[in-house]
């Protein structure tokens, strides 16, 4: 197997951009990874041979050509299955789009092939980006490289895991809840919730509107930086958009500075119902940055034992009507038109046969959420809530410049173990949703392995709103002293796959 | 099937009537409310849609400025308040006309609000003015079409397929909701024809749509309830859909005065139901019950930002209005000394804008109305183009009638200086030099064109000597016709009375 393929984003880069390889060879690399492992793991649910060797190559021209490279020209990726692509399945991991081949390319997709970063495939999630482990699939779960009978994180398990197992450097996740940093955190990787509106939503098959957000995924802080800043920016096609400069995360993420910084730890978000193994590294990580000369301050934040709640009622509310348009009239799968059965018991079909149980509970609970008579009590409520969470992220910034916490409160658990447990499922994220309640970056940072089951821990690393670059100075300066202490990044520590 | 129904007169003599009128307005707006697509009407079907107005998974709706604009605009134009702050909602239900199943539209806040609209209607008392509440008017999108193939009715049930065309989906609708409109007693219908009319002409006037009932771009529904008394409380009403031109906006209320009537007298109650108008018989059928409360699980849109228009955005809106129609109207009528007929033909015609202009420019009322709502109009009519699209100019004219006051052309001339304008021959003085267009008014060379007409025709000398002076009118058209037209014409009749020795 070539070494290309356990290099950084930026390594890859380098020599490309200076003819020491060529893309093509980089791409071939990785698609030999992809079929060798990824009969076991599962992270992807397209792998498109043929596009990436086109479009290495196309940027192996450029080289010769003696054109100017973006940062990231000819480092493959892989891009969770909920951004269109053009001419490329996208299926969210549901039936209901299976055969789609969207007319379109989102926004980032876009800028990811303008800037020449080479797509391998299409990874997998949790069905419409509903869940904490990828077992929502319709195509069946990812596996944790870390330990095949584990779960990947989710809903971005398929971009996490082809991360973590080296079948690509680089990955583009989305998240709602949790689902870049959950997966980032149990599969020992890096990942970026931004700031909502840094990054358009523009392709991205919405789940909630007012809580996703795509994000980078990486091995290490740099390579996360970089495409953060090709994927970010403002887009007229998204009126959600933030139109302002993107913050400098790349120079943030070389600054690797905390010296007289204020970070706060948040009271609520760690202690009971966290695991020992994950306490304990939170408390080491704890330490080191008190080391770098950062002061550490407990903070509290009332309201976000409510977050989850309101969570559940604001996410179902909006993706209830965000999925009303998976009927099959117009696209996807149709089922049940034999030319006997009206327009209604054809959509009703389609949706009841095209929608896994998670989705049809969301439904479900979002529909009655937005019912004549329970609006106020639920989704009104539900929303107010939101704003205490943001008034308490507010005065938590106006004492410090970040705020940390574990990413998630247990290591990557056993896959099925949770599955017919909803609540504990929903659990995983109780960390990561006030960030997304509040629309603020939020980054996770693998900070060792768990003493008792030696899977990886992550670190939650919160900034205000578009403050993202603090996220990448914070995340470099604890990446290099601990990869000082293990001697190599983590990923090293993980068992080799079979196959490879 | 026709449903019993009372004698109107004696049906108003026992109840009272209630009227709401909805009125959906399409925007004339180059592209849809959320997406770049061409609104243009008749284009092959599902041609003007994109990834946003088909609800493709992922794509996101952008707003239309000239929308808002429009929607502010209407809401000045009828006296509304303009709100600080304003969202989307999104209007949950399954349909196939529907690409997202919802609607983006507005529901508890709402751009426009709290207005009213005056109109006049002849009353036993003469002329009346009614003030129609106006509740709201909001944005939102308009749906796609479904054609149902086969069958008998044109209808779903029954249908062997459908289509759905898309173009339509996504086109700005503004929703004008007026509160029930009490105190018209047996006027009603004419007092819901008045108002679409009234709407009509002021959304004309701001020019937002081009307000075409027969294509949809105008589209009315007729809420009507009755009770016992002005005192009593409100009825069940009914609500009849898509009543798509004026006369049927009066007859839909006028039926469902009778209807209502017949049911409540008879000891039935009224089902609160949408209901379909049919044109050709003048009656409505029952649709779908609205008992079961149609939850639209409406709430605030996640994907568009909220609407703050600034003050001084909308004062400058409000400054830049045209005058209410039915305002100018009336000054019209009393500067030009026209009568309501009058006024009716020239609004009739579409002439109304350029008829001002002229005026504004110098020409005098009753010439400028004559050339544009005759000659003008009819090339116009010929060509099958608009009459904005004739190149004629108030300077064009106010020339000609200088011209025709001096004595040196007479109708005629002008009408062929007009057509040399029209065919782009130049301006006036120079199209007269052009084609040589002068009437003639040197006697000699008309005594000459006499002569030759009365040796032309012995007998009619004769004839006109005798006394019948009808006759002159051959040897006129004779003189005409020799001098093409250029000779005066009474200046003729003049000479040849003259020269015959007989006197008028």
Known sequence: MSDLIRKDASELAGLVSSGEVSAVEVAQAHLDRIAAVDGAVHAFLHVDTKGALASAAAVDAKVKAGDKLSVLAGVPLGLKDIL????????????????????????????????????????????????????????????????????????????????????????????????????AAVTGSVGVKPTYGGVSRYGIVALASSLDQAGPCARNVLDTALLHSVIAGHDPMDSTSINAPVPDVIAAAKRADIKGMKVGIVKELGGEGYQAGVRSRFEESVALIESLGAEVVDVSCPSFPAALAAYYLILPSEASSNLAKFDGIRFGNRVGDDGTKSVEQVMSETRASGFGSE????????????????????????????????????????????????????????????????????????????????????????????????????LQIIAPAMADDRLYNVGAAIERELLAKWGGPILGMAPELAGA | MAEATMNYDEAISKFDPVLGLEVHVELGTNTKMFCGCSTVFGAPPNTQVCPVCLGLPGALPTLNKIGVESAIRIGLALNCQIAEWCRFARKNYFYPDMPKNFQTSQYDEPIAFEGYLDVEIDTDEGRKTFRVPIERAHMEEDTGKNSHVGGATGRIHGADYSLVDYNRAGIPLIEIVTKPITG????????????????????????????????????????????????????????????????????????????????????????????????DTGISTSGRPKSDAEDYRYFPEPDLLPIAPSREWVEELRASLPENPAVRRARLVADWGLSEIDMNTVINSGALDLIVEAVDAGVDPAAARKWWTGELSRIANDRGIELEELPVTPAHLKRLEELISAGSLNDKLARQALEGVIAGEGDI???????????????????????????????????????????????????????????????????????????E
């Open chain 1, 84 to 183: 269109a692509t053009n001419g490329l399945p996208t299926t969210c991991g549901s039936k209901v789009l299976d055969g789609w081949i969207p007319p379109y390319d989102a926004t980032v997709v876009t800028k990811l092939r303008e800037a020449g970063v080479v797509i391998l495939g299409k990874t997998n999630m949790d069905e419409f980006a509903m869940g904490s482990s990828t077992e929502h699939s319709a195509f069946g779960p990812t596996h944790n490289p870390w330990d095949l009978e584990r779960i990947p994180g989710g809903s971005g398990g398929g971009s996490s895991a082809c991360v973590s197992s080296f079948e690509a450097p680089l990955a583009i996740g989305t998240d709602t809840g949790g689902s870049i940093r959950q997966p």
């Open chain 1, 359 to 458: 989705v049809i509970r969301r439904i479900i609970l979002g529909t009655y959420a937005l019912s004549a008579g329970y609006y106020d009590a639920y989704y009104g409520q539900a929303q107010k809530v939101r704003t205490l969470i943001k008034q308490d992220f507010d005065a938590a910034f106006a004492k410090v410049d970040v705020l940390i916490s574990p990413t998630a409160p247990t290591t990557a658990f056993k896959i099925g173990e949770k599955l017919d447990d909803p609540l504990a499922m929903y659990l995983n994220d109780v960390a990561t949703i006030p960030v997304n309640m509040a629309g603020l970056p939020g980054m996770s940072l693998p900070i060792g392995l768990a003493p008792e089951d030696n899977l990886p821990v992550g």
């Open chain 2, 184 to 279: 018209t007693g047996k006027y009603a219908p004419e007092v819901a024809k008045a108002y679409v009319a009234a709407l009509r002409d002021i959304l004309r006037g701001l020019g937002v749509s081009d307000v075409k009932m027969e294509q949809g771009s105008l589209r009315c529904d007729v809420n009507l309830s009755l009770r016992e008394t002005p005192e009593s409380k409100l009825g069940t009403r009914s609500e009849t859909k898509n009543v798509n031109s004026l006369r049927s906006v009066e007859r839909a209320v006028r039926y469902e005065v009778t209807r209502h009537a017949a049911r409540l007298a008879g000891g039935e109650s009224i089902v609160q139901e949408t209901r379909h108008w049919h044109e």
């Open chain 2, 429 to 503: 003085d120079e199209i007269v030099k052009a084609r040589g267009l002068a009437v003639v008014s040197d006697d000699g060379p008309l005594l000459a064109a006499i002569d030759e007409a009365l040796a032309a025709d012995p007998a009619v000398a004769e004839t006109i000597k005798s006394g019948k002076l009808a006759a002159a009118g051959s040897v006129v058209g004779a003189v005409m016709k020799a001098t093409r037209g250029q000779a005066d014409a009474a200046r003729v009749r003049e000479l040849l009375f003259e020269k015959l020795g007989v006197s």
